[in-house]
Nanobody, 124 residues
Framework: QVQLVESGGGLVQAGGSLRLSCAAS?????????MGWFRQAPGKEREFVAT????????RYADPVKGRFTISRDNAKNTVYLQMNSLNVEDTAVYYC????????????????WGQGTQVIVSS
């Protein structure tokens, strides 16, 4: 089993930046897991944000965050990051990290492990 814990959320002014972290624990083998970030705003469905391959050599992003967000990972630390720049109010959501074996993916159904989420609030 894999346990994921997100951190780094908080309140930020529009135009500002935050870096989220997702720490993995349990019987983890970082090189075996592709990782993803999803987010869920109040009253809305959870949506894909970004995904990264097992080694970090490939990434994909949802259109609304392209050019503003960067996903990265440090397998030696069993941690994946989401650097969020130029934040706007539409980025307000609970952000979740997720893990699945081997192959990066963009749908929730393809992920097996989920963190508890961390809240990001962007104010105007």
């Amino acid at each position: 089993q894999v346990q994921l814990v997100e951190s780094g959320g908080g309140l930020v002014q529009a135009g500002g930046s935050l870096r989220l972290s997702c720490a993995a624990s349990g019987r983890t083998r970082s090189s075996s897991y592709a990782m993803g970030w999803f987010r869920q705003a109040p009253g809305k469905e959870r949506e894909f944000v970004a995904t990264i391959s097992t080694t970090g050599g490939a990434t994909r992003y949802a259109d609304p965050v392209k050019g503003r967000f960067t996903i990265s990972r440090d397998n030696a630390k069993n941690t994946v990051y989401l650097q969020m720049n130029s934040l706007n109010v539409e980025d307000t959501a609970v952000y979740y990290c997720a893990a699945r074996m081997l192959i990066m993916a963009e749908t929730m159904a393809e992920y097996d492990y989920w963190g508890q989420g961390t809240q990001v609030i962007v104010s105007s």
